[in-house]
Protein backbone atom coordinates (compact mmCIF):
# COMPACT_ATOMS: atom_id res chain seq x y z
CA UNK A 1 0.00 0.00 0.00
CA UNK A 2 1.46 3.17 -1.24
CA UNK A 3 1.37 6.98 0.18
CA UNK A 4 -1.13 7.84 -2.13
CA UNK A 5 -3.85 5.57 -2.13
CA UNK A 6 -3.65 5.91 1.81
CA UNK A 7 -3.56 9.71 1.32
CA UNK A 8 -7.05 9.31 -1.23
CA UNK A 9 -8.78 6.83 1.12
CA UNK A 10 -8.12 9.61 4.38
CA UNK A 11 -9.39 12.47 2.00
CA UNK A 12 -12.11 10.44 0.66
CA UNK A 13 -13.18 9.55 4.59
CA UNK A 14 -13.34 13.67 5.77
CA UNK A 15 -15.11 14.62 2.62
CA UNK A 16 -17.47 12.20 2.90
CA UNK A 17 -17.91 12.66 6.83
CA UNK A 18 -18.27 16.54 5.86
CA UNK A 19 -20.80 16.00 3.35
CA UNK A 20 -23.03 13.25 5.73
CA UNK A 21 -22.76 15.93 8.61
CA UNK A 22 -23.21 19.03 6.51
CA UNK A 23 -27.32 19.11 6.48
CA UNK A 24 -27.27 18.44 10.33
CA UNK A 25 -24.72 21.24 11.29
CA UNK A 26 -26.59 23.36 9.64
CA UNK A 27 -29.81 23.18 10.58
CA UNK A 28 -28.94 22.99 14.08
CA UNK A 29 -27.02 26.67 13.02
CA UNK A 30 -30.47 28.28 11.17
CA UNK A 31 -32.59 27.04 14.46
CA UNK A 32 -30.00 28.23 16.99
CA UNK A 33 -29.38 31.42 14.60
CA UNK A 34 -33.46 32.02 14.51
CA UNK A 35 -34.58 31.04 17.87
CA UNK A 36 -31.31 33.50 19.42
CA UNK A 37 -33.17 36.20 17.07
CA UNK A 38 -36.58 35.60 18.43
CA UNK A 39 -35.10 35.76 22.20
CA UNK A 40 -33.59 38.90 21.86
CA UNK A 41 -36.33 40.01 20.26
CA UNK A 42 -39.21 39.59 22.96
CA UNK A 43 -35.98 39.09 25.71
CA UNK A 44 -37.12 36.07 27.09
CA UNK A 45 -34.36 34.05 28.39
CA UNK A 46 -35.47 30.72 28.51
CA UNK A 47 -32.88 27.61 27.73
CA UNK A 48 -35.53 25.26 26.24
CA UNK A 49 -36.70 27.99 24.23
CA UNK A 50 -33.32 27.47 22.21
CA UNK A 51 -33.04 23.88 22.78
CA UNK A 52 -36.22 22.59 21.51
CA UNK A 53 -36.22 24.33 17.96
CA UNK A 54 -32.42 22.56 17.39
CA UNK A 55 -34.29 19.10 18.14
CA UNK A 56 -36.88 19.62 16.05
CA UNK A 57 -34.19 21.28 13.05
CA UNK A 58 -32.18 17.93 13.53
CA UNK A 59 -35.45 15.43 13.39
CA UNK A 60 -36.59 17.20 10.25
CA UNK A 61 -33.31 17.16 8.51
CA UNK A 62 -33.00 13.77 10.11
CA UNK A 63 -36.17 12.61 7.85
CA UNK A 64 -35.22 14.51 4.59
CA UNK A 65 -31.69 14.10 4.27
CA UNK A 66 -31.63 10.33 6.20
CA UNK A 67 -31.83 7.98 3.21
CA UNK A 68 -29.10 10.21 1.27
CA UNK A 69 -26.62 10.15 3.75
CA UNK A 70 -27.51 6.63 4.59
CA UNK A 71 -26.15 5.83 0.82
CA UNK A 72 -23.85 8.11 0.51
CA UNK A 73 -21.93 6.44 3.55
CA UNK A 74 -22.82 2.84 2.09
CA UNK A 75 -21.32 4.38 -0.74
CA UNK A 76 -17.92 5.23 0.57
CA UNK A 77 -18.01 1.79 2.86
CA UNK A 78 -18.50 -0.33 -0.28
CA UNK A 79 -16.04 1.62 -2.38
CA UNK A 80 -12.91 1.27 0.60
CA UNK A 81 -14.12 -2.70 0.95
CA UNK A 82 -13.81 -3.40 -3.01
CA UNK A 83 -10.38 -0.81 -2.92
CA UNK A 84 -9.13 -3.29 0.58
CA UNK A 85 -9.88 -6.64 -1.35
CA UNK A 86 -7.99 -5.58 -4.60
CA UNK A 87 -4.88 -4.82 -2.26
CA UNK A 88 -2.23 -6.97 -3.64
CA UNK A 89 0.23 -8.56 -0.84
Same mark, same amino acid.
Given at each position: ??? $?? +????? &? &? ?9 ? %?? +? ?5 ? @?? !? ?11 ? %? ?10 ? @??? !???? @? %? ?9 ? +? $? ?6 ? !???
Amino acid at each position: MDA $DL +VLDVC &R &RSLETSLLVMA %PL +VLSALVA @GV !LAGLFQAATQIQE %PTLAFVPKIVAL @GIA !LMLF @G %PWMLDRMRTFT +V $DTIDLVGR !LQR
